[in-house]
T-cell receptor, first 116, second 113 residues
Framework: KAGVTQTPRYLIKTRGQQVTLSCSPI?????VSWYQQTPGQGLQFLFE???????NKGNFPGRFSGRQFSNSRSEMNVSTLELGDSALYLC???????????????FGPGTRLTVL | SQQGEEDPQALSIQEGENATMNCSYK?????LQWYRQNSGRGLVHLIL?????REKHSGRLRVTLDTSKKSSSLLITASRAADTASYFC?????????????FGKGITLSVRP
């Protein structure tokens, strides 16, 4: 079974631009969560999608948004990029919905975003 | 804000020694999980312990949970150079719409051959 895939793996953007990152979960997984990882703040939860609906959201500004498609693939978008958005963006998928979706998350390799 | 805080921040040991990493948290949890991350890659789930469990084993890993002290420890026995990685504890909170995993900042483990 293929693991979680994320594209692109590396991205360089300039301030003010927008970016879209993609995540394909493990086949059969319906929950996709997104995290931002930086040296200073560590791993921070962005949001979680389940069955095309955003179910949980972290404390990030509205510039960060996401969506999930009927095949469970998910995208996250960051508009008006700031230098501080430079980070490793990780997505994770899990099999079931509800509380049990947090029993184990399978992570992708991440997208390294650099904002210049 | 981070729920779990790992201790120490960095640990360097010799191959064959045991490595003990600690995690403390502040609020009640449903479960606590440990993940490993190799240099800039995705995280790999290691082990999960539920709030009503006190100890769990998986291969060379042993996890304990003390909910009265709000702390957990991860023990890696007979460490190998391949265990060199960052280790994160994550606390699971299930409150309906606010369910999520909250990660600590991680412990960097170096195992010298």
């Amino acid at each position: 079974k293929a693991g979680v895939t994320q594209t692109p793996r590396y991205l360089i953007k300039t301030r003010g631009q927008q970016v879209t990152l993609s995540c394909s979960p493990i086949s059969g997984h319906r929950s996709v969560s997104w995290y931002q990882q930086t040296p200073g703040q560590g791993l921070q939860f962005l949001f979680e999608y389940f069955s095309e609906t955003q179910r949980n959201k972290g404390n990030f500004p509205g510039r960060f948004s996401g969506r999930q498609f009927s095949n469970s693939r998910s995208e996250m978008n960051v508009s008006t990029l700031e230098l501080g958005d430079s980070a490793l963006y990780l997505c994770a998928s899990s099999l079931e919905g509800g509380a049990s979706s947090y029993n184990e998350q399978f992570f992708g390799p991440g997208t390294r975003l650099t904002v210049l | 804000s981070q729920q779990g805080e790992e201790d120490p921040q960095a640990l360097s040991i010799q191959e064959g020694e045991n490595a003990t990493m600690n995690c403390s948290y502040k609020t009640s949890i449903n479960n606590l999980q440990w993940y490993r991350q190799n240099s800039g890659r995705g995280l790999v789930h290691l082990i999960l312990i539920r709030s009503n469990e006190r100890e769990k084993h998986s291969g060379r890993l042993r996890v304990t949970l003390d909910t009265s002290k709000k702390s957990s420890s991860l023990l890696i026995t007979a460490s190998r150079a391949a265990d060199t990685a960052s280790y994160f504890c994550a606390t699971g909170h299930f409150t309906g719409a606010n369910s999520k995993l909250t990660f600590g900042k991680g412990i960097t483990l170096s195992v010298r051959p």
